[in-house]
């Protein structure tokens, strides 16, 4: 009988990471595309597409086929999950069993996408598990038990909020904004505000530097050298920019992620409600990163939240678990 290979994927909005049973995580790179206008031909992804951003000529378009969380290019997206599979597992994919994370709430036409795109990458089997069980697996959080856990994950394209008790979601809502949308709001600010035009990787730069979800006078304010295009000369421009200015931009997204997170507790039973006061609400994805985010959601919601160790990876060891222990976790999986 041959040995078909169990893989694990975390098709993200900003990064996919691949879990290779027996290996771990072996594959960590940009969920971005570079292809010829032409005749749609792939040039590059990952890393290799990323450091295209921005620097393009006319005929070669950068794009992410992920759009808050689902697959808005299904043709570029079937051939970047071949890419990745045929570099995670050496050049040769004999039929893996493919599990892979979706959206909590994802509809029927994102699933199928999702399985389709694996399917014409050469999996033999596709499994599908939302994104909050994943990261709840992943962060050791012992979901088969009759009480009730919350878990935020803050990724690239969503954040998902989810009550988890008996292994199965309770109450959980998908919200469309998160890091992308954070850099987007912190570009508008820079543009209207500054008048100072910045790229999608300055963005992102500023906010992981000095990104700041709640300010803390006794911490002191940070500053950061940004380099940019003047908006009214249209010339090359140097500008110093501070903490409070990028965490007066970002405040309107993280409104909206907060927003997400009240109306899932409002929506709790009392009984896995008072579980969460007395185990908090965990954090997970590369947005959790942000500073004082965890303080941030503990002071609008009144219960405490801390960020879990290597947030950005918490997803990916959950599948990858899931994936190793296929029948352990056929509640969990579709």
């Not at 959206?103 to 014409?120: F, L």
């Not at 919200?175 to 992102?204: P, Y």
């Not at 965490?247 to 992620?257: C, D, N, T, V």
């Amino acid at each position: 009988m041959l040995f078909r290979k169990k893989v694990g994927i975390d098709l993200g909005t900003a990064n996919t990471l691949v879990y290779v049973a027996g290996a771990g995580i072996v594959l960590n790179e940009p969920t971005v595309v570079a292809y010829s206008l032409e005749d749609r031909r792939i040039l590059a992804v990952g890393d290799d597409a990323r450091e295209m951003l921005g620097r393009t000529p006319g005929s070669i378009v950068v794009t992410r086929p992920m759009k808050e969380g689902v697959i808005a290019d299904y043709k570029t997206t079937s051939a970047m999950v071949i890419y990745f599979l045929k570099k995670a597992l050496r050049g040769s994919i004999l039929w893996p069993i493919v599990m892979i994370s979706i959206p909590g709430g994802a509809s029927q036409v994102e699933k199928r996408a999702v399985v389709a795109s694996c399917k014409q990458a050469g999996a033999s089997d596709v499994y599908l598990i939302e994104e909050p069980l994943a990261a709840a697996i992943g962060a050791k959080i012992p979901i088969s038990q009759a009480s009730g856990h919350m878990i935020v994950n803050l990724g690239g394209g969503t954040s998902e909020v989810a009550v988890i008790s008996l292994g199965q979601l309770v109450v959980y809502k998908t919200i469309r904004v998160a890091g992308t949308r954070l850099d987007e709001a912190i570009m508008s600010h820079l543009r209207k505000v500054h008048n100072i035009i910045v790229g999608e990787r300055t963005a992102e730069e500023i906010k992981m530097k000095i990104g700041n979800a709640l300010l803390n006078e006794s911490d002191g304010e940070g500053f950061m050298e940004i380099k940019g295009r003047d908006f009214q000369t249209g010339l090359p421009k140097i500008f110093k920019i501070g903490e409070a200015s990028i965490s007066g931009a970002m405040q309107k997204p993280l409104k909206q992620i907060l927003e997400g997170i009240k109306e899932v507790l409002s929506q709790t039973p009392p009984e896995l409600a008072s579980d969460i006061v007395d185990r908090g609400i965990v954090l997970s994805g590369g947005t959790s990163l942000l500073k004082n985010i965890d303080r941030y959601i503990t002071y609008h919601t009144g219960v405490s939240s801390f960020v879990v160790e290597e947030p950005l990876f918490c997803v990916i060891r959950g599948v990858g678990m899931a994936a190793e222990n296929l029948e352990s976790f056929k509640e969990a999986i579709r």
